[in-house]
């Protein structure tokens, strides 16, 4: 079946670092790769998504690209922010039986300090 | 901009007591969801809806019901509460297939305490 194996967390970094979160799946069909995320008390917001290999995703600074050639999908950012401490989730949606099953990995929380 | 509510953003309830959590979209979606997420777990779906009155199992349909009588309203029901119940319940809707390219909208959360 399709999976989604995030890195673990929590990730500290100081503000302005760079942020690299690491994503590979696996699924039978063709997904569609996102990324979302979820602040502290709310539910999940899409931040980003590409649909076919060699798309890039890009959102609020954030950006990941579709890389086939080994099933991965990172999430990077080239300065972040405290605003950006939330939890991440990556996740694919494939065709499986007749409709579209969305696999969310198990999220990676990150921590921004000043 | 889709909105997602869901009726309750903190609920306890009691052993064996029969829940419903409920919501509702405003943008004439078809599909609608239930996940549970948990710690270490991520999101879990239930069940999902593809249309009125239809109803599909998810990865961990038991000791869950839905009900959807309204294209906009989507029920989860307890039938008889348990503690391994206790958990945070993220509702969704999307525009296309179970999200196809465009993603899927999700509302605040329940999080619900069984005692």
């Known amino acids: 079946g399709d999976s989604v194996t995030q890195m673990e967390g929590p990730v500290t970094l100081s503000e302005e670092a760079f942020l690299t979160i690491n994503c590979t799946y696996t699924a039978t069909g063709y997904p569609s790769l996102f990324w979302y995320v979820q602040y502290p008390g709310e539910g999940l917001q899409l931040l980003l998504k590409?649909?076919?290999?060699?798309d890039k995703g890009s959102n609020k600074g954030f950006e990941a690209t579709y890389r086939k050639e080994t099933t991965s999908f990172h999430l990077e950012k080239g300065s972040v922010q405290v605003s950006d401490s939330a939890v991440y989730f990556c996740a694919l949606s494939d065709a499986n039986g007749g409709y579209q099953k969305v696999t969310f990995g198990t999220g990676t929380k990150l921590q921004v300090i000043p | 901009d889709v909105k997602v509510t869901q009726s309750s953003r903190y609920l306890v309830k009691r052993t064996g007591e029969k829940v419903f959590l409920e919501c509702v979209q405003d943008m004439d979606h078809e599909n609608m969801f239930w996940y549970r997420q948990d710690p270490g777990l991520g999101l879990r779906l239930i069940y999902f809806?593809?249309?009125?009155?239809?109803?599909e199992k998810g990865d961990i349909p038991e000791g869950y019901s839905v009900s959807r009588e309204k294209k906009e309203r989507f029920s989860l029901i307890l039938e008889s509460a348990s503690t391994n119940q206790t958990s945070m319940y993220l509702c969704?809707?999307?525009?296309?297939?179970?999200?196809?390219?465009?993603?899927?909208?999700f509302g605040p959360g329940t999080r619900l305490t069984v005692t």
């Open positions: 590409a649909t076919k290999a060699d």
């Open positions: 969704a809707s999307s525009l296309d297939g179970a999200s196809g390219g465009q993603g899927q909208y």
């Open positions: 809806s593809y249309d009125v009155k239809m109803k």
